[in-house]
């Protein structure tokens, strides 16, 4: 309803070379089929943000993090949420990338300059481009600090 708001999580998996693991969208997602994102999604009733980020992280990448590797980047209010944004840095072989079926249809790496050119030719989902440049300044700033 107008004026309520849900939590909403998003993880940048970011690897030393400084790559962002990105995933698919499935063609028979409502929204933004067939398009590239991160990791993400709304918290379960009774969890909170960092718990919500570890599940999404499992549930569509398979990747197992500790809270203590979640950086947490700072949080956006949207039109009906709060997205809380958290970075992760850790080197995936794509190979041991787990897909959720229904969520998450293929996996791949993207440099920044690739990465930027999804933004600008909307293969990235516009939402999580959009989110992206709200949190541009900090992620780069937290990059800095938390090299692997």
Known sequence: MPGLYHLVVSVWTVNSSG???LTLRDSRKESYPNHWENTGGAALAGETSLQAARRELEEETGIVADESELILLGTQKTR????????LRRDVPLSDIRLQAGETADVKLVTMQEFEGMIKDLTLAKPIGDQFNGIRDRF???LKENRT
């Open 19 to 21: 790559s962002i693991l």
């Open 80 to 87: 009906d949420s709060f997205v809380d944004h958290y970075l």
């Open 140 to 142: 780069f700033a937290a």
